[in-house]
């Protein structure tokens, strides 16, 4: 069962009219729909009229819409927001002493311009944040600290942690993902400066999450990682990595893919235009580490052709640095 729009956004009183539920046979054949009923995962989110389909958003949030027919559920996402909604496109930042970021967000009005936005964190040692541009500037590293953003009557509240690593343990990063999939994940952090097969070294960061469910977002560059710069991510296709090429020991371009192994899968390989800054590379004992941010577009394996699947993830991170001379193992 195919829903279509997979996502779909709305603001809260607003109303939709129903998705169009399409059945699709063994052999990808459209066949009649039969007795079709629709229902919401989250009423307090939005609710729909079990016969016809129709929409109405309730509070702010996302929540799945369902719909089953012919024995079998296709789903789609719908994201309400408020009519003056203010978003933390990072919720949680990672930094070295001696960066700087600016706080990224997303303001949305149906009545008109947004208002400006403006930050506040309490005055602490670690960092300055500027109230106006929202510009962090890291000192000293230390426990997590608040901040909120303000846009006239709503307000976001997030958080910055300073960290200075003293050996190649400890890495932390976070990332955001939106689209068909709202995701937002706190991650130990790795990095690697690893021997490609037959050539000189390349460089991977990885944020995996183990057991029960199994998450991992990697970032696998071209060459290694001695210096801070920015540095392109490619696209990288289903061919390529499902295929016979090995694109982690002999990748011939930079590349980053996200998963997320649940009952049903998702996979998601980047589209080209991507970028990661490594803003840092510090001495450590046993090794180096590593400050920067990302920003890719990951396509879904199962959406590759269709552009509800593009999955903007973007992420801050502080890791360690290793080298590994052995050979590569895929």
């Not at 936005?117 to 309490?122: D, G, I, L, N, R």
């Not at 955001?176 to 991650?187: E, L, N, P």
């Amino acid at each position: 069962m195919h829903v279509d729009p997979i996502l779909d956004t709305l603001f809260v009183g607003r109303t939709a009219d129903p998705r169009t539920a399409t059945y699709l046979d063994a052999a990808g054949d459209t066949q009649p729909v039969t007795q079709l009923r629709w229902y919401s995962d989250n009423a307090s989110v939005f609710t729909v009229d079990s016969v016809s389909g129709a929409i109405g958003a309730v509070g702010p949030g996302s929540a799945v819409l369902r719909a089953r027919a012919n024995g079998v559920t296709g789903s789609a996402l719908i994201v309400v927001t408020r009519t003056l909604d203010l978003a933390l496109l990072l919720d949680t930042i990672y930094l070295m002493p001696g960066d700087t970021f600016r706080i990224p967000v997303a303001v949305r009005d149906t009545d008109g311009v947004p208002p400006p936005v403006w930050f506040f964190a309490p005055t602490n040692a670690l960092f300055d944040l500027d109230s106006a541009s929202g510009l962090i500037t890291a000192a000293a590293a230390g426990a997590p600290v608040a901040f909120t953003a303000y846009a006239d009557t709503v307000t976001a509240s997030g958080s910055i942690e300073v960290v200075q690593l003293t050996d190649t343990v400890g890495g932390k990063g976070y990332f955001t993902i939106f689209g068909t999939v709202i995701r937002r994940a706190k991650r130990t952090a790795r990095a690697v400066n690893y021997r490609r097969d037959g050539d000189t070294a390349t460089f991977r960061l990885a944020l995996p999450l183990g057991s029960p469910v199994v998450e991992n977002l990697v970032i696998t560059l071209r060459d290694s990682v001695a210096a801070p710069g920015t540095l392109a991510i490619d696209s990288i296709s289903i061919a390529e990595a499902f295929g016979s090429a090995d694109f982690i020991c002999r990748p011939t371009r930079s590349w980053a893919a996200w998963s997320l192994e649940t009952a049903a899968p998702i996979y998601g390989l980047s589209r080209r235009f991507g970028t990661i800054a490594i803003t840092q590379v510090d001495t450590l004992t046993n090794g180096l580490a590593v400050s920067g941010r990302f920003t890719f577009t990951a396509q879904r394996v199962d959406l590759y052709d269709d552009p509800l699947g593009a999955l903007p993830i973007l992420g801050t991170f502080v890791a360690p640095l290793t080298a590994d001379p052995r050979p590569c193992r895929s």
